[in-house]
């Protein structure tokens, strides 16, 4: 089974509405983080959490929200729903004693109409 | 700020050739340095890192990268390429902010291998 796991791989969506893309992990890590990834912009950074009570936002937090509901949990939400959040979306983990080594999902493709 | 460039966005060679991708970043302190591959439909694969210690570091499937502080370069190179080995592939740069690291990466380049 995989490490990192993203539900839904992809997700067809209209405008407005607000959608949850969800984010598992079994590799007992601490830190969660979530990306945007853009042709030709690589990867940006959307929020980021290092423990269950700590949520900080990254470069491009705007337009969403993250829960981490527990360790291994970590959803996020576009509240409403636009065009120009379609994306390939990534989820990622790190733990303290390797921070400073990221492992991804395989990612969550969405569409927004 | 941190920032990382990478100048070639597509890059073609033969199966059997050599590589090497560039990687330039900015910033004030040694960085924390990092390769990624993305094949298609899939995630970011950790080819290599670099920390500290030996500039010259071995990465997976045969890839390796030099640090070089006097260019602020990380390029990634491979002395034989595979048809595999077409793919996306992302350098980062780790920095410490607020007691976490927090990568930055570079918009990525697209290997295409001819056979």
């Known amino acids: 089974d995989a490490d990192v796991t993203q539900t839904p791989r992809n997700r067809i969506t209209k405008t407005g509405k607000r959608i949850m893309l969800e984010c598992s992990q079994t590799k007992g890590h601490d830190r969660m983080y979530w990306y945007r990834q853009d042709p030709g912009l690589g990867l940006r950074l959307i929020y980021y959490s290092f423990d269950v009570k700590d949520i900080n936002k990254g470069e491009i937090s705007d337009g969403y929200s993250v829960s981490r509901q527990a360790q291994a949990k970590f959803s996020l939400s576009l509240e409403s729903a636009i065009p120009n959040q379609t994306a390939l979306y990534f989820c990622?983990?790190?733990?303290?004693?390797?921070?400073?080594?990221?492992?991804f999902g395989p990612g969550t493709r969405l569409l927004v109409l | 700020a941190q920032s990382v460039t990478q100048p070639d966005i597509h890059i073609t060679v033969s199966e059997g050739a050599s590589l090497e991708l560039r990687c330039n970043y900015s910033y004030g302190a040694t960085p924390y340095l990092f390769w990624y591959v993305q094949s298609p439909g899939q995630g970011l694969q950790l080819l290599l890192k670099?920390?500290?210690?030996?500039?010259l570091v071995q990465g997976i499937k045969g890839f390796e990268a030099e640090f070089k502080r006097s260019q602020s370069s990380f390029n990634l190179r491979k002395p034989s390429v595979h048809w595999s080995d077409a793919a996306e592939y992302f350098c980062a740069v780790g920095v410490f902010t607020g007691g976490g690291n927090k990568l930055t990466f570079g918009t990525g380049t697209q290997l295409k291998v001819e056979l």
């Open positions: 990622a983990t790190s733990e303290t004693r390797d921070q400073e080594t990221q492992y």
């Open positions: 670099y920390f500290s210690g030996d500039t």
